[in-house]
């Protein structure tokens, strides 16, 4: 049951379960035991993603449906293989006309069966939201929207009600006013109005809806009755919802989003009849033994992630022996995904496996970056720039813009809810809903994790050093005076300071569900658009402040990761990452010159003055050369103008998304087409051969002196994931090279033919070396090591993880460990930060003699182990020998750029 090794597959309506059914034999053949799957369950029309949910109850059909899922079920259990499935408790999406439970809102009310379902705030200070749902997803003003006819009362014959309509979306109009709606057509429709009238419960208001949707055109009268805007405005103050303008959600807002996204709601999933109703499905396929695990999307999302996770864990757990004999029952897998800060771990009583790994993608990549450059980097950026040389004030910034713009509404409920319980005291009760405002709003820009766990009790443990660091950086940007208010409200976040246990619950939940989004807007899709030290340092769940790691810091957290999670997921690329894996690896390569990266920016800057015409922004500028360089693909040539074009194209998305994240010169909510087009000219001009053969050429040169240091690290990448303790992930395709941009670019679909073909030959992997281009390399070596996985699965799942000294010369360019489980045992190195010993052009082998005498030290009860060779040809066709007590690198990496020893 818990994987040996995972594949995400990306479904959708092109890549279907059948689709997937085709490629199980390779993934087979290439070591991996379950299939890591995109959300299943029913999304929107055309998802990309799977993460828009509409209906938990069913299969997407789309994707084949329940029929499709079994399938590829059988298929994956006939090569020895599992599903691991993605599921999303947080939120729907709702707006347009395909969520059942949502329009049931818009039509019913809080009287709704699905009222409690969504995180909605019914009883809003605002009078005009009294008891009413705020739908703000007009395009324009509500106003400009009646008065243009663009608003329109139809009879919906699927939704099977009268409803508002507007362009793709529905808001079905409460029963209550069928019967003045009817007679507003005249005695035609008396009758019917008057079955309205009778009408009892939901059966009897469906089968008379049956009959007026027979009427067909009949029913001409009764809508054109309410086309003038006064008549159907006046309809709609009656109704359940309040239309607005898509502009005021974030100050009028009264129901929990995901993050800022209007379209997609929150739901409260700490209700057991909610945590039922969403569940069924998926744990009615666990219990089947179609399923075999769970990945739980935004985790932080919910209210209470510790209880979410251990109620379903204690359901998964119940459900286990009732599964089939053959799809196993064993524990259920269960990994959240859960963005770690510095210094944060995983809560050990939150009884699952471990993270989707986003923390082992930054130390894998950190550990490649080299710590010296950071310096000289940040300036580089300043000046380049004129911005922050640092990542926090620019975080910092972004906390307070999101908070003013986005998250204002939802802020005021928060400070609501904080207001309450100081007037519930004397002591308390003249501290004003502004003063908690502002210190919400300091502890909010100052919060150094995504956020706390505390619920209607007290706060637990590990809180504690989170806060009290917020509550230091929001005492300092306080107001002289107010610094006991952000005291007071710390103090309630901990569990100190009030006898209302529940409305210092409801107080803390609006606090924690609202730092997360908070986070995860400032930081991912903001500051990461806008702070570019050095963007392969910029992605998901990384600590961008610091540019790289030591070797040490990396064996800490590895051996962490062993004690204290040992199935968690490991992985180095994933759908939400803002570049491929190799994109990064590539540009960790600069940190080893930035000497020489600043003297070739500072030339494709003096070159390409005359086409940015000073319009564009030097930041912005200066981001595109790091994104060409990192992604620019291993075949394309300066003067390849159809390639050239097609990567200019893949660019100019990225370049949009960056631009708008960014939200200086341009954002989603307020487009700067002159400048956009601008930046898009630029990039067109500077990729075109004709217009600037020279710099393209200067570019490209840059390119192929670093592609084989940064093919080195792509691999040490692969070879350290597929090794430290936990679970490794495969993201789709990327057992070749990585060159993809931030998504939709990173979702593309895979050539299987290609890697089938080349996994079918089975070369050395020193024959593939030369060949490193093609990215069999890559492929090779993951096939290998997950064959060493599949061989000795016990060292892995519960081996330890020893790290072993380097001694030497270049001690500090490699990262050596052993895996030990019992007489079991693995010795592995890999290389880092070694692009000094790579020849430009050549293959991604450090020079031997480079290594000098550095070597790898072998504790004394590991010496005279019987080991061979894992890389080099069968395992039947090399010999053992017994471990020295020295391991040189200039002979153990002679012919491959890493070492592995096994024993038998």
């Not at 329940?66 to 599921?87: S, T, W």
């Not at 300071?497 to 609006?510: F, K, P, S």
């Not at 430009?840 to 031997?848: H, K, N, S, V």
């Amino acid at each position: 049951m818990t994987p040996r090794a995972t594949y995400r597959l990306q479904f959708n309506d092109v890549f279907t379960f059948a689709d997937a059914c085709a490629i199980v034999p390779y993934l087979a053949g290439l070591g991996i035991s379950h299939v890591y799957a995109s959300p299943i369950l029913s999304s929107r029309s055309g998802s990309s993603h799977g993460y828009d949910g509409v209906d938990p109850t069913r299969v997407d059909e789309e994707l084949g449906g329940e029929p499709g899922l079994r399938a590829f079920v059988a298929q994956l259990r006939a090569h020895g293989m599992g599903l691991i499935a993605d599921i999303v408790p947080n939120h729907m999406a709702v707006g347009g006309a395909d969520n059942a439970w949502w329009l049931d809102v818009l039509e019913n009310g809080q009287s709704s069966p699905y009222a409690s379902f969504f995180d909605i705030d019914w009883d809003t200070p605002d009078e005009a939201l009294k008891g009413k749902l705020l739908a703000p997803f007009l395009g324009e003003p509500y106003g400009t929207v009646l008065a243009a006819g663009d608003l329109a009362l139809v009879f919906d014959e699927a939704l099977e009600s009268f409803t508002i309509a507007y362009h793709h979306h529905r808001f079905p109009i409460r029963p209550e006013d069928y019967p003045a709606i009817l007679r507003a057509g005249g005695e035609d429709f008396e009758a019917l109005a008057q079955r309205f009238d009778a009408a009892e419960g939901r059966a009897g208001f469906i089968e008379a809806c049956r009959v007026t949707a027979s009427m067909g055109d009949r029913l001409g009268a009764v809508l054109d009755a309410h086309r003038d805007p006064q008549i159907l405005h006046a309809l709609m103050e009656r109704q359940h919802f309040r239309l607005a303008w898509w502009r005021v959600a974030g100050d009028m807002i009264n129901w929990r989003r995901f993050f800022d996204i209007t379209e997609l709601a929150g739901l409260r999933v700490e209700d057991p009849r909610v945590f039922d109703m969403i569940h069924a499905t998926i744990l009615r396929l666990y219990r089947e033994g179609l399923v075999d695990g769970l990945r739980i999307d935004h985790i932080d999302g919910l209210r209470d992630p510790a209880g979410y996770c251990q109620h379903l864990r204690e359901r998964l757990d119940a459900l286990t022996e009732l599964r089939p004999k053959e799809a196993g029952r064993e524990r259920a897998w269960l990994i959240v995904e859960k963005i770690l800060g510095r210094d944060e771990t995983l809560p050990l009583d939150w009884d699952c496996d471990g993270t989707t790994g986003y923390e082992f993608m930054d130390r894998a990549s950190a550990v490649l970056h080299d710590p010296h450059a950071a310096d000289a980097l940040s300036e580089l950026w300043s000046e380049v720039s004129g911005r922050y040389p640092d990542f926090g004030s620019e975080e910092a910034d972004a906390r307070n813009e999101l908070l003013v713009r986005d998250f204002s509404g939802q802020l005021d409920a928060c400070a609501r809810a904080f207001h309450a319980m100081t007037q519930a005291s004397l002591e308390t009760r003249d501290i004003t809903l502004a003063a908690l405002r502002r210190a919400l709003t300091a502890l909010i820009v100052a919060f150094p994790v995504y956020r706390t766990y505390a619920t209607e009790g007290a706060s637990p443990g590990s809180d504690a050093p989170h806060l009290a660091q917020a509550v230091d950086a929001a005492r300092a940007m306080s107001a002289p005076g107010e610094e006991g208010v952000v005291d007071l409200v710390a103090g309630w976040l901990s569990g100190i300071g009030t006898a209302d246990a529940q409305a210092r619950g409801e107080a803390v939940a609006r606090f924690q569900q609202l730092t997360a989004p908070i986070a995860a807007k400032a930081v991912e899709d903001t500051a990461f658009y806008r702070y570019g030290r050095l963007i392969s340092r910029n992605d998901v769940g990384f600590d961008v402040d610091a540019l790289a790691i030591a070797v040490d810091d990396f064996h800490m957290a590895a051996s962490r990761t062993a004690t204290e999670h040992p199935a968690g997921m490991v992985t180095t690329a994933t759908h939400d990452h803002k570049r491929g894996e190799d994109v990064r690896a590539r540009l960790a390569v600069i940190s080893e010159d930035p000497g020489g990266w600043a003297e070739a920016v500072a030339e494709w800057f003096e070159r390409n003055r005359r086409l940015s015409g000073e319009v564009i922004d030097p930041a912005d500028e200066y981001m595109l050369y790091q994104m060409m360089v990192g992604a620019w693909p291993l075949d394309l040539a300066p003067d390849d103008a159809q390639g050239l074009a097609a990567f200019r194209e893949r660019l100019a998305g990225w370049q949009e998304k960056a631009l708008r994240e960014s939200k200086l010169r341009s954002s989603w909510r307020e487009p700067d087409a002159e400048y956009e087009a601008a930046c898009r000219a630029f990039l067109e001009k500077i990729g075109d051969p004709d217009r600037s053969l020279p710099f393209l050429e200067s570019m490209h040169g840059h390119v192929q002196q670093i592609a084989p240091a940064g093919a080195l690290n792509g691999l040490s990448q692969a070879f350290l994931r597929n090794l430290v303790p936990g679970v490794p992930d495969l993201y789709q395709g990327c057992e070749f090279w990585d060159f993809s941009l931030v998504d939709p670019d990173n979702r593309r679909p895979v050539d299987y033919a290609a890697r089938m073909t080349a996994l079918s030959r089975e070369p050395s992997l020193e024959m593939l070396l030369p060949h490193w281009r093609d990215g069999r390399i890559k492929q090779a070596l993951i096939a290998r090591l997950l064959k060493l996985r599949s061989d000795a699965p016990a060292r892995f799942a519960a081996g330890e993880y020893v790290p072993l000294e380097v001694a030497g010369t270049r001690a500090g360019h490699a990262i050596a460990f052993a895996r030990r489980y019992s007489s079991s045992l693995l010795i592995a190195v890999a290389p880092r930060c070694a692009s000094g010993a790579v020849d430009a052009g050549a293959t991604p082998l450090p020079d031997p003699q480079w290594w000098g005498d550095t070597r790898i030290l072998i504790p004394p009860d590991m010496q005279g182990t019987q080991m061979r060779d894992a890389l080099k040809g069968a395992s039947s066709d090399v010999a053992e020998a017994p471990l020295d007590p020295e391991l040189p690198l200039a002979e153990l990496l002679a012919t491959l750029p890493f070492g592995l020893k096994v024993s038998s």
